[in-house]
């Protein structure tokens, strides 16, 4: 049996797209584990992360420092509700519930984006809350 050239590209986008979803949700589950070398491994050497109120993390230097103690957040969980892949581009929408390292519970949405590279890491996260700017 032989398959054409469309299906074939279609069953090859499909597979990619489920395993940067994998990747996306292995993400949050390593952040809320507090796994900081397995979270960080997942993003190339030079990657940057935005985040409002904070100036671009840069490589995994930058990550490491990030979630390693310059987090406001001691502890959570976060729960997706959308992953959306369109080739190396992934949005997330979700809820994360936690606490801050002042002991203030905090509970809100937010939205992320990814660009994956070639080989299945993160070069860039842009993250934005849902939240009242303070």
Known sequence: MRTDDSTAT?????????????????????????????LVGLFTSDATYHRPGYEPFEGHEGLTRFYG????????????????????????????????????TVGLRFADFFQLTADGRFARRDTFFFAPLV
């Open 10 to 38: 279609a069953t090859a986008t499909a597979t990619a797209a489920s395993a940067a979803e994998a990747d996306v949700r292995r993400y949050y589950e390593l952040v809320d584990a507090g796994d900081v070398p397995g």
């Open 69 to 104: 103690g310059a987090r406001v957040i001691r502890t959570g969980r976060h729960t997706l509700t959308k992953v959306l892949v369109e080739g190396s581009d992934i949005a997330v929408h979700g809820e994360f519930d936690g606490e801050l390292h002042d002991g203030t």
